[in-house]
């Protein structure tokens, strides 16, 4: 059975930085592409940053280009997400995706997951 258990969130203020975790098991992730979503409340999910992880090719939505950094330990199957300058509109639960075997950032960037973890809040508020 295949499990995506995020890990990180938290509450930090505007400016500070967070790391958020996935830890992946069920499957080979190998050759799949892996990500982060996010869902604000009353929005819809939205795409926030995806990497290959036999690759490392990354893609990031234009909103968090530059700020945040999304990263892979493919030996052990997890995933990372480094968010600096945090803003209050960064608030949203975050979830962890995998894509098929054989799966590119782009499919990931377009909403083609077949797997999505149970998501962790992160909230940015003074």
């Known amino acids: 059975q295949v499990q995506l258990v995020e890990s990180g969130g938290g509450l930090v203020q505007p400016g500070e930085s967070l790391r958020v975790s996935c830890a992946a098991s069920?499957?080979?992730?190998?050759?799949?592409?892996m990500g982060w979503f996010r869902q604000a409340p009353g929005k819809q999910r939205e795409f926030v940053a995806a990497?290959?992880?036999?690759?490392?090719?990354?893609k990031y939505a234009d909103l968090v280009t530059g700020r945040f950094t999304i990263s892979r330990d493919s030996a052990k199957n997890m995933l990372f997400l480094h968010m600096n300058s945090l803003k209050p509109e960064d608030t949203a639960v975050y979830f962890c995706?995998?894509?098929?075997?054989?799966?590119?950032?782009?499919?990931?960037?377009?909403?083609?997951?077949?797997?999505w973890g149970q998501g962790t809040q992160v909230t940015v508020s003074s």
């Open positions: 990497i290959s992880m036999e690759s490392g090719r990354t």
């Open positions: 069920g499957r080979s992730f190998r050759t799949s592409a």
């Open positions: 995706v995998a894509g098929r075997e054989y799966s590119s950032v782009i499919e990931i960037k377009v909403g083609a997951v077949v797997h």
